[in-house]
């Protein structure tokens, strides 16, 4: 039943004030999480942004034709929807590609720039990717095409050939915040591009309007909720609240938001997927078409057409998840310090499945798919915390044709004939360089919570804290002799753990997620310590709250 054999409470002792406690715990004050205009820095301190003002202002004027390169993830196309409609209000004359995953991979390549000359383009901008894209830039170059490059991920070598690269994340930059997402970037961009097109309140508005799509991409990418992306996070789920988009009214209706409050699990788990899933198992195009739609009768067929792909590629995962468990052994777990697998799944959801392998072995773990039969695989990978798998896959290059990430995920293809040599070479540097102690499972509990808070006003004092997210997650509670009134299965073929808890005299229902099967091991009356995150339970009503389970154990046994 116990998922974490170690738990790391922060504060054990007792607290007169929760919020105190909490801000305390995390080292932050709450001058720190109330941010204002003061966070924000002026676009001009990116690298190359007058270069890329300059041009831009010039192609716009003399109608230059300007392609938008974007990506097919919630960044990219947040991205390529902010400067497509900056672009069009101004009077650009311009269009836009999305890489489709299956077809194309990842980023800028070759066929990219031919695809942008047939449309007549003179300047191509890149969105969300670019910093990698030497070959296609090197094309481009040689053809005459400027290209400007827009992206936040990490300078991997040297900067590729381009007019102007604008990254925070480039060695030679010294932008202070270095955790802008793509869109964070791309709005940048147009803050700096704005100023020679739009004056005073106008531009103002304009600006402000653009922080849904913000909001939406920095959220889906899983950036820090804090500096500069706090700002905009909170101003940009106020604008969504009120949204003028029809694309993002409907979306959110179909996900269940209509009149409901927005918060950044709202983007990340409810908005943000069914954006994603349309790169995942179609083309990018169909989110981008929903977030650009002009009317909501338009938007709201885009909106169900999106979920019903969403529903297909739960299923896919569930399915996914059982056949790549299928292929991880004992002694492949006993050997080795990663999971490297191989098998036929849908390129879209192959980070989903190296996601959950990762979650439940806590070890990093590497989902190969072969890419519609070319003889190429395509990889994702997600790492655990004390090891860059960037950095590990980066070191057997010499086996792969592409690859990029972050410390926590990666990407990569390579041909099938070098696949072994790439997993034994992976697995090697795995074994080497991560230590026992990082695959031991632990789980930071912020505070041990008075029976007497698990009510509604807990509920309402972290609203203070709020927007949660990457860097400042929403508080994982624990709470010591909850005493078993009743447990159950519930969703469908018993998936999820329901149960009703009772401590110090107060009566709570838990839910834990996907461990439906733990309800077959817990009996009523049994005691048991729990780890939850505590949410208001809007099925009940009346002001209850409910447990969303991170991690329990029975007490007589622990």
């Known amino acids: 039943m116990r998922l974490y054999p170690v738990w790391n409470i922060v504060h054990d002792d007792q607290y007169e004030g929760l919020v105190d406690a909490l801000l305390t715990s995390r080292g932050l004050t709450r001058d720190a999480l109330k941010v204002g205009p003061e966070v924000l820095h002026p676009p001009e301190l990116l690298l190359d942004m007058s270069v890329a003002v300059n041009r831009l202002e010039r192609a716009v004027r003399g109608n230059e034709k300007i392609v938008v390169y974007g990506d097919y993830d919630v960044d990219g196309v947040c991205s390529t929807a902010i400067i497509m409609d900056f672009l069009e209000r101004v009077g650009a004359e311009c269009g836009y590609l999305l890489p489709d995953r299956h077809k194309d991979g990842y980023g800028l390549k070759p066929p990219g720039v031919e695809r942008a000359i047939e449309m007549g383009a003179r300047l191509i901008v890149t969105v969300d990717n670019g910093i990698s894209a030497f070959e296609a830039l090197d094309l481009a170059a040689d053809r005459g095409i400027d290209v400007i490059v827009v992206d936040h991920h990490q300078q991997l070598a040297e900067l590729p050939r381009a007019l102007a690269i604008v990254n925070p994340n480039r060695r030679d930059c010294e932008y202070p915040f270095k955790s802008l997402a793509g869109v964070g970037v791309t709005f940048k961009l147009v803050q700096a591009l704005s100023g020679a097109f739009l004056e005073g309140d106008e531009r103002r508005r304009y600006l402000n309007d653009l922080l849904d799509l913000v909001a939406l991409g920095t959220v889906a990418d899983v950036m820090p909720v804090l500096g500069e992306n706090r700002l905009f996070i909170q101003h940009g789920l ?19 938001y209509k009149d409901k409050p927005l918060k950044t699990t709202s983007l990340g788990f409810h908005l943000g997927p069914r954006i994603n899933v349309a790169g995942r198992l179609e083309i990018p195009d169909l989110a981008l078409e929903l977030l650009r739609a002009a009317n909501d009768g338009e938007a709201a067929q885009m909106a169900d057409g999106l979920n019903k792909l969403n529903a297909r590629r739960q299923a896919l995962q569930r399915e996914g998840v059982q056949e790549a468990e299928g292929l991880v052994g004992p002694e492949d777990l006993a050997r080795d310090r990663i999971i490297v697998v191989l098998g036929e799944w849908k390129l879209g959801i192959v980070g989903l499945l190296a996601s959950k392998l990762a979650e439940k072995h806590f070890r990093p773990a590497v989902v190969c798919s072969e890419d519609a ?23 057997c290059a010499e086996h792969l044709v592409t690859y990029g990430g972050h410390p926590a995920a990666a990407g990569f293809s390579l041909e099938a004939d070098s696949f072994e040599a790439f997993r034994l070479a992976l697995i090697e540097h795995a074994n080497t360089h991560i230590r026992d102690e990082d695959m031991q499972p632990s789980l930071d509990i912020d505070l041990m919570l008075k029976p007497a808070d698990l009510a509604l006003h807990t509920i309402e004092q972290l609203s203070e804290l709020e927007p949660f997210g990457n860097g400042h997650e929403a508080p994982i509670f624990g709470l010591h002799d909850c005493r078993v009134v009743s447990v159950r299965k519930i969703g469908k073929d018993g998936l999820h753990f329901k149960a009703e808890l009772e401590a110090g005299g107060r009566r709570c229902a838990a839910l834990w997620w996907n461990q439906g099967a733990v309800a077959e091991a817990i009996q009523p009356g049994q005691r048991l310590c729990a780890a939850f995150v505590l949410e208001e339970d809007t099925y009940a009503g009346d002001g209850a709250v409910q447990m969303v389970i991170k991690d329990m154990y029975c007490q007589e046994n622990s």
Do not use: F
């Open 238 to 256: 106020k604008i969504m609240q009120q949204t003028k988009r029809p694309g993002l009214r409907q979306l959110k209706e179909i996900a269940g």
């Open 373 to 395: 039969g070319k003889g190429i695989y395509v990889g994702s990978a997600r790492s655990i915390p004390g090891y860059d798998i960037s950095q590990g896959i980066s070191t």
